[in-house]
């Protein structure tokens, strides 16, 4: 079954500080794979997504995913927090054949002054 | 930047009551998707439609869920009647049709909040 793990439900790091959120899927197919971020009382945002290629992708805000094929894994990462980083944080998987999107539990970050 | 528009912002009804959700997709959108998301959880498909067309509803309970997009354009999600369950945030997306998939990408709303008394 096509499924997206986000082991993390909470993280707490500094300002400043670096950051990696783990995204793992389980896909049957070439995975189309997605973060998008959420802020309280709005909708998602698309931070950046891989489709083939380069598996280093760079999105907005100076956030970066990294896919590993072998580890079915797609974990983003920030070199240096900011306080206005603090949201939820989604990652979704969507197939070649299909538009139709999954999407993980999330992974709630906080971000201390 | 054009924005999903979605009424109502808030929605407390009562079980047995019906509700329905209003959303406006960015204009030129073809595609237009409604998710669930229930607290502490990611958005579920509920329906997705091509133009007017259901291309996959099959997350929707049909006996007590409708959703149209008779024009092609703008869309309703009906709930009737309304279970303590279905307290969630409704989200409208939409997106284009691209040819290369790597162009690809959802516009959200900033969603219906429901809560169900």
């Known amino acids: 079954a096509q499924s997206v793990t986000q082991p993390d439900i909470h993280i707490t790091v500094s300002e400043g500080a670096s950051l990696e959120l783990r995204c793992n899927y389980s896909y049957g197919a070439t995975p189309y794979l997605f973060w998008y971020v959420q802020s309280p009382g709005q909708g998602l945002q698309l931070l950046l997504k891989?489709?083939?290629?380069?598996?280093l992708v760079q999105g907005i805000k100076g956030f970066e995913a990294e896919f590993k094929r072998s580890q079915s894994s797609f974990n983003l990462r920030k070199p240096s927090v900011h306080w206005s980083d603090a949201a939820e944080y989604f990652c979704a998987v969507a197939g070649s054949g299909t538009y139709k999107y999954i999407f993980g539990t999330g992974t709630r970050l906080k971000v201390l002054a | 930047e054009a924005e999903v528009a979605q009424s109502p912002r808030y929605k407390i009804t009562e079980k047995s009551q019906a509700v329905a959700f209003w959303c406006d997709p960015i204009s030129g959108h073809a595609t237009l998707y409604w998710y669930r998301q229930i607290l502490g959880q990611g958005p579920e498909l509920l329906v997705q439609?091509?133009?007017?067309?259901?291309?996959?509803d099959s997350q929707l309970p049909k006996d007590r869920f409708s959703a149209e997009r008779l024009k092609g354009v703008d869309s309703t999600l009906k709930i009737q009647p309304a279970e303590l369950g279905d307290s969630a945030m409704y989200l409208c997306?939409?997106?284009?049709?691209?040819?290369?998939?790597?162009?690809?990408?959802?516009?959200f709303g900033s969603g219906t909040q429901l809560s169900v008394l």
């Open positions: 439609f091509q133009d007017e067309s259901v291309v996959d």
């Open positions: 891989y489709f083939s290629g380069d598996t």
């Open positions: 997306a939409s997106s284009l049709s691209f040819q290369d998939r790597s162009d690809e990408k959802l516009f």
